[in-house]
């Protein structure tokens, strides 16, 4: 019969589950760090990714209607809010980085191109977000996606002033990401480690996490491939 771990060795396999397929090694985040991605295909980026982190305060208001913690609760309220409300809408910052790239608004916003992996993490979250148990919603999305931005966000970001000439204003996106989300991520894992409090939750979690990574790697790698491997092939 399973154990319950406790709170450190725990929090270390979640860490080790982040670890292992993060999106941060992926041939798309490297190829951007490296400046060999040109404007059009950040257009590209950015009209998918729009499709995935556009939901993101849906995602956690499901969450939040299967919460039974206020301490929790008031974490996904504070999340809400900032993705809708603090200041400038996360997704509009997004949509100005893409339209300095190349595209439009319109052409964010439109579900036409969008590619079947994005449409796979999309729907993945949000079956995770109305379906699952709050915790292990909160393992899967706040630790196994929103966790990783930061350490992706710090490698792309440098390029975008040094290389491309991007000004603040123009990336404020990933500027306010890089800090918004290691909070947000710490308090993932603060959550995740206080109410995971059987050895069956623990390791529903770690899956969740484990799932979470993959996911998100199979939507970069298929931006990857549509968008910067068939171009070198073309």
């Known amino acids: 019969m399973a154990e319950l771990m406790d709170k450190e060795v725990f929090r ?15 041939p798309f985040t490297t190829a951007w760090a490296e400046g060999r991605l040109s404007r059009e295909q950040f257009a590209k980026w950015v009209e998918q990714h729009y499709h995935y982190v556009g939901p993101f305060a849906d995602y956690l208001a499901y969450m939040y209607a299967n919460c039974p913690h206020e301490d929790a609760k008031d974490f996904l ?46 729907s993945w979250c949000y079956t995770m ?12 999305l706040i630790i196994g996606l929103e966790s990783q931005v ?61 799932t979470a990574t993959n996911m998100r790697r199979m939507y970069v790698d298929g931006i990857y491939r549509s968008f910067v491997e068939e171009k070198q092939l073309a």
């Open 77 to 122: 309220l504070q999340n809400m809010w900032e993705e809708e409300l603090g200041g400038d809408r996360h997704t509009d910052l997004l949509i100005r980085f893409g339209e300095v790239c190349g595209t439009t608004r319109e052409q964010v916003e439109s579900t036409e191109n969008l590619l079947a992996t994005t449409v796979g993490l999309q």
């Open 150 to 210: 930061p350490g992706i966000y710090r490698k792309q970001t440098p390029v975008l002033r040094e290389k491309y000439g991007f000004n603040d204003h123009e990336i404020e996106f990933f500027d306010l990401h890089i800090v918004s989300d290691e909070i947000h991520g710490e308090r993932g894992y603060q959550i995740v480690l206080k109410y995971a409090n059987t050895p069956e939750l623990q390791e529903k979690c770690l899956k969740a996490v484990e």
């Open 12 to 26: 270390e396999k979640l860490e080790a589950a982040v670890r292992g397929n993060s999106s941060e090694a992926a």
């Open 129 to 140: 977000a109305m379906r699952e148990n709050f915790i292990v919603a909160t393992a899967a």
